[in-house]
């Protein structure tokens, strides 16, 4: 599925714990709920049918007790859905449910294939049948057809030498759950114990949630296989990764540790990086809340320039209609986010925010600011500018949508209201996230994308992806 | 109605704007929708009826743009109410309207009456029946029952004169929008001026939403009539107030401005008085997200101990269920919280919170710290031991379930398992929220009340509520 | 409360069956759920509170198992509603209930009480509060006035000496189930026997529903109260009566035995009435299902022509929604009903039929038929002309949209397109219904009323009213 | 799907009714809505796109302006699905549509494939994965297989070719609507003409609701292309069918027309038949409504006893749950069926009804015609006992269940408690609907299929099945 999606999978030992799976799951898909609110779905397997559920909503709104307790099993795997700007369907919501000779398959999936529509056109050939516009039927489809004539590992072995994008799976064929990252470790995945049993998670937090200890990342190009022991297999290694940049700087929880980095730490580091690359005397520093907040904290510890809050967001707003009424029209923005007024009158203000993509927000945030009597606005951006679209899951915007694909830093300053602007360094973000720049997808700031993508620069990383070798 | 509600009132000049005064009804019940979450209602006219709608549920998810397009009025009020522990139904939303001789009444409390049952029986002597068992149809009772033989001044005044209570009133009686704040102003309420007509909130931080200004608190027993202008009666005038202090430990909303307070200054003095009062050594000083945020904020920068994240809050977990597997117990807990490991591991934590009330939360928060490997865990409180109930609208706790009523600030130091326990002291909070000690509420703190309550100790202040001169 | 209802009171010995009041409600108010649909209603006592549950819908979609076991008591009544043209809200829904001096009041109304805005008026000079338009709430609030002063049969008596119009009341005072029909007796109440208690229902089918036996009808201007035996009060006794003609004639179960009469009885012999009274040479007798079914089989059996289904009715339909697409524009009558070919073409059809109100249902009817092949279509119909409204509860048109206001039945059989038309005599459904003319209302027949209507002519039956004799 | 459902398909001119079919297909499915209540689905092509929407509950139910609104296409297909007594899930709505190597399919199915499991096996076998456990996606499946080698005809040919059971299809292939029907015609399908397009129909009074005409019947083993004409393919040709005779007894609307015979007539005929084969005096004839009236009236007509309604049926109960109160045990006949009491007491009672089955509910209908008075009951079925299962789409009941198979019919009438039972004889049947016998499929009378069951007898009208010839 693409975009910004959270998966889980349980395996328990079934002697021990015949039936938990599906609340583990439940609670995991709680603690990953920021990475998708639009659907929500479980499914798991007693050893001798599958069941699933899944439906539009919260986790907490859809999954009542009556629905989980349906769900008994000691394997299973979990999925919440990121709502995209288009269609939000309960048909694509996940896991992805089929059978074929075999038994049964579900598979949840966070990213992106860039090759489904081909591939989908190589599976029609062949006759075959779909149900939706998913790449993860597609992923599906061809799992089953590698699956007919070889064991598992093979089959997804099979299966991954086609795949061209980002996917971080958790599949279920008959009880075995099973992780797998693309050879490129785009998006993350991680392993956990939990008392009797084993977790895949996409972020750490979800594990820690569940009084679980992190075991470790999945690697890219890695299968695991869950069990009463963890199997691993590691069929294809590259000579370099593409680990989403966009994870530490805006999307993972802060508590999580993703690829062996708190993210905590990357955004406390990025503040302080700011406030050393681009030094600024002002009265206080303060986030655009959420995602600004450690950042923030860390320029203030990097700077000795006091942290305040200048923004209050209002945790409650969520979807509201905003009418034509002309004295109304920027209450969408006050209504998310009001000012504290003594901390920002007659005041120098740094303001810290993780990205700017279409400038829109940004320049409502400045105005805000301007009105309640700041003297100065230094924004100070926890990323370099996006100029290039992101093709490996994340939904941001057209090339044409992005402000920085098309304006200087000065430009952008300059419409949205700014006194100063400053986004951190390309080697600066490097460097707090604390891995070789040769390990991250960084397409969306250098257009430069790890894979091939059709019209666009391809660096020659992923080169190596066929040159695998498998344990 | 009793416990922490939210209340609006709008009144526009009929010519200007017949319709929009639901749609800004709408807006500033979101404003004030951390006041409450359970229902939510809206009651306007057109000047010759009277139109209501309300439901349970966010303000968001109740109201349509369908349901709110059929509310075309130019003045009205509305209330979103706060779920308390026991019935949360239908029939207790707010407004709650009825009709009478001269026309119709729709009333929004936020506050409890001490002697509604008293007055109850008293109209009920008198033959009136009742539909519900909401104090709020005892003052619509009553507020009728005056209007026959007063004017609407004259009739609030009567009506005041029996109300013993916590009451901050938004009235539409015909197409007057009228604002009541009881002579001990317990509760908050101001008035705000917007594009064409005037306001009344609970809170500042909804005008602010409204591209309003805030034009000045209503003053206790004082009635406000909005109109083409602002029209004032000081009914009531007592020596001294009783301002409810928790709105300000905890309640209102940081950027909101409450009896010239802004509480977002209170509760970052309320830290730094902590870091006074109880100087400790440690590592770093965090909050208990979110009421302990700001706080912690004043307390880093009065104590230079740098300011951290221990714990992230998820804000996706409002409702869900514990099933009692044994290794999920704690799991209520975490699925709110979780801690940044690196933050924590081997440090000395300082821990600000705003309150404590049954001790239990505290204790598995320092319990989940210290799991996470903080090696020392300061546990400060920017309130004084609640020692006693509280009658006036805070459905905190009974006696016996209030820690503080029963143990030591020892005892309880030793219960949640903290390193240290400091509460700010009375005069430090009184200090810091500004205002005289005798204008505050603190009954809960020192277990005497500013009005008299069967059973407990009372203050003289309130007896001069009788003497009040009217204007 | 106005229009077609229908209303359920059961009354179980404490000791002997605690808590199947409600259960035996939900059963009878499906035995009465053709007396309305819109919304069902609930409310017991175990003896200590009053527990109430009420929605909109029919009463097995909105009484769940779980809301249905919350109304725990040993007594109790039920109402359902009928939809009325206008305004269908859940603040309508009944039992009405109120708490007064002495108590709670529960009330479900069948009828319309023709002074209600007098008496409402008069309440409100007293300084009395309404929630809501109804006259149900004016009869509740009429009560709590007298049983503020007497015991509950004076109160009773004294409420009812001004109440004008049509009433059928089942009332809960404490745990007394009180049953009440207006002095004129229009419309229909009657008493039954269950293992272990009483029951008061609308139609004696619901006491069959609940394996119990038909004990009487409640009499006009009579007062039972249901306890350990019935208790009787004649409050009120008029020369004459008021039975609606409209019950035996269309609203009823032909299975009810209502004032004596079984329904199916009645409509068998309009049926042949009809045929006696106007011979007609013919092929088939048909009705219009489902209300000329009975009089069409009387019609058959007086007659000798065969009866046949000329007309199929689909039993789903209930509410659709018909686009204005022009060759739809006849799909709501044919969605409805459907010509069986083989019964009708070339034939002469009698089509049996309760009642014309507007005539456009019977035009569209005529023209199926006619469409089907029909050679002739005689149009017999179970009730004279209506050519004046009904005051007294049924919602059926203006005067202005009564065809037979304004047309002779020439006119109407042209407008229809029948081949001819024929109306039963008064003296003929006078002697079907097996009573004498002067106990029946016939006010929407002959445009004379039982009482006083302003702009309308009244027999003197109705003078008598206020020479009662209490018993 | 297997069980009694109800398909439709519409086809306009693209030119003249770009929009209309939608809303066509949703009156038609009403008019079926007899068929199945479980969930209703539509699927539309407006040419370019295929549009599809379908959920539980009743057509009018689920399908509000809105959703027809968004499903604008000239033409399209619809189903109803009866209610199983397993599980009633969303996923088994119909339509059931998939995309392909060229282009989308939806099919709507009416019937059951004896050999789906087999052809499910051959299918994964290939490679295939399969989303839901349904038939009708076996059939999806296999169309698309073959529609990438074949045109559309050779296609559903090749396709009916291993189809073995019953199928009533409509199917959308492009803008193509097509109809087919199995070689054996077990179940119903027409074809109609509405202004500016064609109709199919599992049933002809859905014609007849749109305003249209019946032209023909599809023929068993036909199948028809609607466009701007419609095609016309032999596909293949048996000597004789296997017309369900079901639909005559039960199934259908009276007023359809199904495989040239009106039901109406057929019913009609076998009480006709019914009163000839077993001459009984008695007072009345009265059917068990619904479904006996039509063969109680023609009872009545052949034997000269007086039709009249002993039973009363409430229309409103469909669901309702029954309580384990002992005086309320038989409260579910009770609900659903009252007795007219003077029709019955004392009288000597023919009473018609349609099939016996398990023998629960006529045992019940009989006690309660016993209690309310009859002095004999003469229970005359329409159709012969029920000896054999159906495995044609009927979930009728396992032989265990059916009374019949292991009784005979003094045994029957013993246990259902009748004065006498007699079921109308085999050829009395087969001459009420008028059909040569080898025509009709009476499997669950005889033990003998019209093909292979395993375990079972079979004709050897099904061998003929191979030797088709193509138009």
Known sequence: MRDKCGVVGVRFDAEKNRDAAALY??????????????????????????????????????????????????AGIGHVRYSTTGGSRPENSQPYTVTYKGGTIAIAHNGNLVNYRELKKELEAEGRVFNSDSDTEVIAQMLARELIRNDIVEAVKEAMKRLVGSYSLVILIGDKVIGVRDPLGFKPLCIGRVDGGYVLASESAAIDTLNGELVRDVAPGEMVVLGDKIESYRLFRCKNHAHCMFEYVYFARPDSIIDGRLVYKVRHKIGETLARECPTEADIVSPVPDSGITSAIGYSNGSSIPYAEALIKNRYVNRTFIMPVQ????????????????????????????????????????????????????????????????????????????????????????????????????????????????????????????????????EDKQMKLNHFVSE
Request: net charge positive.
């Open 25 to 74: 799951i439940y609670y995991a898909l709680q603690a990953l709920q920021h990475r998708g609110q639009e659907s929500a779905g479980i499914a798991v397997t007693n050893g001798s049918c599958l069941l699933s559920d899944k439906g539009m909503g919260l986790v907490s709104d859809y999954f009542s007790r009556e629905r989980l307790q349906k769900l008994a099993g000691y």
């Open 327 to 458: 004295e109304l029209r920027e209450t969408a923005v006050r209504l998310k986010l009001n000012t504290v007024r003594s901390n920002i009158e007659g005041k120098r203000v740094i303001l810290i925010d993780d990205s700017i993509v279409r400038g829109t927000t940004s320049r409502r945030i400045v105005d805000l600011l301007r009105r309640g009597g700041a003297r100065e606005i230094h924004v100070r951006i926890g990323s370099p500018p996006i100029i290039s679209p992101c093709y490996l899951g994340i939904d941001m915007a057209t090339r044409e949508e992005l402000i920085a694909a098309h304006k200087s830093v000065k430009g952008v300053e300059f419409l949205i209201g700014a006194t100063s602007l400053y986004y951190i360094s390309l080697d600066g973000l490097v460097d707090a996230i604390g891995m070789p720049k040769e390990d991250l997808c960084m397409g969306c700031l250098t257009g430069v994308y790890p894979i091939e993508i059709p019209g666009e620069k391809c």
